[in-house]
């Protein structure tokens, strides 16, 4: 089967650092991505990783565990706009296998 | 450079109708997928086309849905009848290449309630 976890809310305050959880089993595994999600909007890509380790763009990094199915998305400087829904999905045999969600709120 | 588009953005049926939701990809993008979010729920795999052909339709609920990708461009999604639990919303995405890392790129979505 296939099983991906992450928290359902998260809130922080505007310039904190924040960091979204993701476990993941599955069937499977060629890579993991993270989605961002304002309501009522596509979802937009932010990372992808399929080896370990940690891959770092601008103010987004995304960590990957493959041994423990495991993988965080860190936000640092947090602004308003980054409120939104994070979304973590799986890759294994071209279609994505979503979590479903962290909405995160930012206050000022 | 458009993104992927999805048409309607919303649509209200009563049970039993039928509706069509049109996704068009961005242009070159062979692979297209559907995907459904129902209430409180995740994102879920409907099918994967690539080009014309279906890939992949695990994902479909019945056979009250049908996908069609004629002429391999853009593509359009069958509810027929509709029942209270398909109403949710319908995302498309497109991807280029056969690398799996390559991303997948989301329309807005079609919001479906059925009534």
């Known amino acids: 089967g296939q099983n991906i976890d992450q928290p359902t809310e998260m809130t922080a305050t505007e310039g904190a650092i924040v960091q979204i959880n993701c476990t993941y089993q599955?069937?499977?595994?060629?890579?993991l991505f993270w989605y961002q999600q304002h309501a009522g909007e596509a979802p937009t890509f932010l990372s992808y990783?399929?080896?370990?380790g940690l891959e770092e763009k601008g103010r987004f990094s995304s960590f990957l565990s493959r041994s423990k199915g495991y993988s965080y998305l860190l936000l640092k400087e947090l602004q308003m706009k980054d409120s939104a829904s994070y979304l973590c999905?799986?890759?294994?045999?071209?279609?994505?296998?979503f979590g479903t969600g962290t909405r995160l709120l930012v206050s000022p | 450079e458009a993104g992927v588009t999805q048409f309607p953005s919303h649509s209200v049926i009563e049970k039993g109708q039928t509706v069509t939701l049109r996704c068009d990809p961005i242009?070159?993008?062979?692979?297209l997928y559907w995907y459904r979010r129902v209430m409180g729920k995740e994102i879920k795999f409907l099918l994967h086309?690539?080009?014309?052909?279906?890939?992949?339709e695990s994902g479909m609920p019945n056979n009250r849905f049908l996908a069609e990708r004629t002429g391999g461009t853009y593509s359009t999604l069958k509810v027929q009848p509709a029942e209270l639990e398909d109403s949710g919303v319908y995302f498309c995405?497109?991807?280029?290449?056969?690398?799996?890392?390559?991303?997948?790129?989301f329309g807005p979505g079609t919001r479906l309630t059925v009534l």
């Open positions: 999905a799986v890759t294994g045999f071209q279609k994505l296998v």
């Open positions: 599955t069937s499977g595994f060629n890579g």
């Open positions: 995405a497109s991807r280029t290449g056969t690398g799996v890392g390559n991303e997948q790129f």
């Open positions: 086309f690539v080009k014309e052909s279906k890939q992949d």
């Open positions: 242009s070159g993008h062979d692979n």
């Open positions: 990783n399929v080896l370990d």
